[in-house]
């Protein structure tokens, strides 16, 4: 005889597995979402100084230098809201970079030897943030990009490129695109070649190795490497098709 009451069971058994299941999917896919918008967020936040702090140093270093305690002053608003504290934790940290990078543009940036120095001012507090568990992402965030300038300086090193970065800082725009070219021709040679392959290789390996780490400190990290490959990639395109 047909046993409905089995059927019943079996039926009810098969919903509840299916809604223990759908939550934990569900959840899943959130964090992976979230891991990839860090990842994002970070690419982004590494490029704005580039395209949006550069001219702005330039014109208005006092305005730039500022305008960090705007940054300053959002991200611990976001970090006390338990609903937007990841995204105040990673504001902490560019805010840290958009310090770092008004102080060196606005007032040194014609010594090229006190770039990473300057750039690295945020160092001891993120130091100290890790040490107390505390804004891990901006923290990561910072030093993925502390790391991509410093592969890019090294690079500067290696290939004599530093006498053309003080030319070009004294220079006036419109005269700086002859610069671009001879540096250019300083890099089109087997050591200038060897260096970047080496180099890249080095923030590649590094960045996917971040990667693989599903934590959202290590996305950060990961996001602000592979953000100076691309924004480096795309000064060396604009230089040479110049």
């Known amino acids: 005889m047909f046993n409905l009451n089995l059927v019943s069971s079996a039926i009810a058994s098969t919903a509840t597995f299916t809604g223990l299941e759908n939550p934990v999917s569900a959840s899943e896919r959130s964090k992976s979402i979230q891991q ?6 970070s690419a982004f936040l590494v490029s704005i100084p580039v395209f949006v702090q550069a001219p702005l140093v330039r014109l208005y270093p006092t305005i730039s230098l500022l305008s960090t305690i705007p940054w300053f002053v959002l991200s611990l608003i976001l970090i006390f809201r338990p609903k937007t504290q990841l995204w105040g934790d990673l504001l902490l940290g560019f805010a840290g970079c958009w310090l770092a990078g008004s102080i060196y543009w606005g007032w040194f940036r014609w010594e090229p ?13 993120a130091i100290w943030c890790l040490g107390k568990s505390w804004g891990k992402v901006g923290a990561y965030f910072y ?17 004599g490129l530093m006498p053309y970065w003080r030319q070009v800082m004294h220079a006036e725009p419109e005269l700086a695109m002859p610069i671009f070219q001879s540096a250019i021709g ?3 040679t087997p050591w200038g070649i060897g260096c970047a392959i080496v180099l890249i290789a080095v923030l590649l390996t590094v960045g996917l190795l971040s990667l693989r780490d599903r934590t959202l400190h290590w996305r950060a990290f990961s996001g602000a490497v592979f953000s100076t490959l691309l924004v480096d990639g795309l000064f060396w395109l604009a230089a040479s098709a110049a």
């Open 36 to 41: 990839w918008l860090v990842f994002g967020a």
């Open 113 to 125: 030897i006190l770039h990473l120095p300057i750039e690295a001012i945020g160092l001891p507090f």
């Open 143 to 159: 030093l993925g990009s502390l790391l991509g300038t410093a592969i890019t300086d090294v690079y500067f090193y290696l290939t």
């Open 186 to 188: 300083q890099i089109d």
